[in-house]
C-alpha cells in the first residue's frame, strides 16, 4: 500500500477508536477532507538571482540587462561623463547604468556565436542589431529578437540613447537556449517578434485583479506564440518550450497551467516585494524550479509583480561551452575556434564593431535574403 494510503488508513482506524469513546469532537469525513484538500509543494529548488541567471536544459544562460541612461548625445551615447570607468568592459553599475564593451554607445560590439541561439526580450529601450551575414535591424519597447548562431556569426548588440531631450530607461533580457547536436551546424538565421504580434493573455481573477502574460514562445490557454526559426528547439511543439513574461497586479492570483512531466520550469521572479506560489512565498529577486507536471497559484503581494517564466523539454546532451561557443565536445570547441580565426564566420561587412544606426531610423529588420521590414 502507497505511504500516502498507509497514513489516511491509520489516521481513519485511530479516528474510528476515538468516536467509539466520544472523545472526537470533529467528524472523521472533515478531517479526511482536510488531508485530501493538502496542496502539493510545487517549488523543488529556490535561488538568489545574481547577474546572470542559473538555467536548467535546455536553456544556457539568462541575463537581466536594467540600466537608467541618461539623455542620449549626437552619437547616440550618453550625455554624461565616461570618466572613472572601465571602458570596453564596464560591467560595474554607476550612476545608475553601465557601457558594457562600447566606448562611446553602450552595448556590444561584434562578437561570435556558434551552437545556440539568443532570445532578446526588450521590455524598455532600443536594440541596433548588426551581423555578418549583412542583416541589421532596430527593435524594442517590447519587441523580441530570436537568433540561431547555428554554424557561426558575428553580430552586433548596441543601445542607441535616442533621447536628447529626456532620458532613456533600458530593460531587456537575453536568453540563451540551446541547440541539439543535429542542428547546430544549420545555416544562421534571425527572426524578429515584433511587440505588436505578441499575443498577451490577460485574466481577472475574482476579484477583479489583473494579471498580463506575455506568450513570446509555446502556448497559455487558446494563445500561441509567433513561430520561432525554423531550427530551433522551441519549433517542436512537443519540445513544449515556453518563455512568458508575466505582470500581475498587486494582490493579484492567476493559475500557472501545468505542463508534461519531465519538462524543465523555472520562474524567475524579478520585480514586486513576495510572490505566493500555492503555499510557500518567493522573495523578489529569487527563482524557483517547478514541478512541471502540476498547476501552481500565483498570488502577487502588496506591489506589482513581474515574473518571467522557462520550460522546456531538457535536450539531454554533453554540453561543452568555452565563452560564445556552445558545442558536444571539446574538440569541437577546438574546432569552432580555428574556423572563426580561418573566416571570421564570413567577415564584418559595417563600418564599426560598434555600428549603430541613423538616429531618425525607426524600428525595422533587414534579413539576409534582402527581405525588409519596417515598423516605424
Known sequence: MPKKNK???????????AAGAGIVGKSISAL???????????????????????????????????????KGNAELGPQASLAGRNLGNDFHIKDGWR???????????????????????????????????GAAGRYGDGDVQWMTSGRGVQHAEMFP????????????????????????????HFKMLWGEDIPKVNHKDISGKATTI???AGQIADDTAPLPPPDSWAAKTL?????????????ATWELPKASEGINRTLYFYSGDILKLNESTLKHYHSADLKSNEAITLQAGTKNCNILV?????????????????????????????????THFGGWPWPSYAYVHDAKKGRF????????EEKG
Not at 540613447?161 to 537556449?177: A, G, H, R, S
Not at 523539454?313 to 580561418?342: A, D, L, S, W
Open 239 to 251: 519540445n513544449e518550450v515556453g518563455i512568458w513574461n508575466i505582470r500581475m497586479e498587486a494582490g
Open 214 to 216: 506575455e506568450v513570446i
Open 161 to 188: 540613447l535616442l533621447q536628447q531631450d529626456k532620458k532613456n530607461p533600458m530593460e531587456l533580457f537575453q536568453i540563451w537556449l540551446n541547440l541539439p547536436k543535429v542542428d547546430k551546424m544549420v545555416d544562421p
Open 32 to 70: 479526511a477532507s482536510d488531508d485530501q484538500d493538502e496542496k502539493p509543494n510545487p517549488i523543488l529548488k529556490i535561488k538568489p538571482l545574481g547577474f546572470q541567471w542559473e538555467t536548467q536544459d535546455p536553456f544556457l544562460f539568462c541575463v537581466h540587462h536594467e540600466d537608467a541612461y541618461p
Open 365 to 372: 529588420a533587414l534579413h539576409a535574403n534582402g527581405k525588409l
Open 99 to 133: 557601457m558594457y564593451h562600447g566606448d562611446k554607445v553602450p552595448g556590444f560590439p561584434g562578437h561570435p556565436h556558434r551552437g545556440f541561439e539568443t532570445v532578446t526580450v526588450v521590455r524598455k529601450g532600443m536594440v541596433d542589431h548588426s551581423d555578418s551575414m
Open 310 to 342: 522557462l520550460q522546456g523539454k531538457p535536450i539531454g546532451e554533453p554540453v561543452v561551452q568555452h565563452g560564445p561557443f556552445v558545442m558536444n565536445t571539446i574538440e569541437e570547441i577546438r574546432e569552432t575556434y580555428t574556423e572563426f580565426q580561418r
Open 7 to 17: 497514513r489516511r488508513e491509520f489516521i481513519k482506524n485511530a479516528l474510528l477508536t
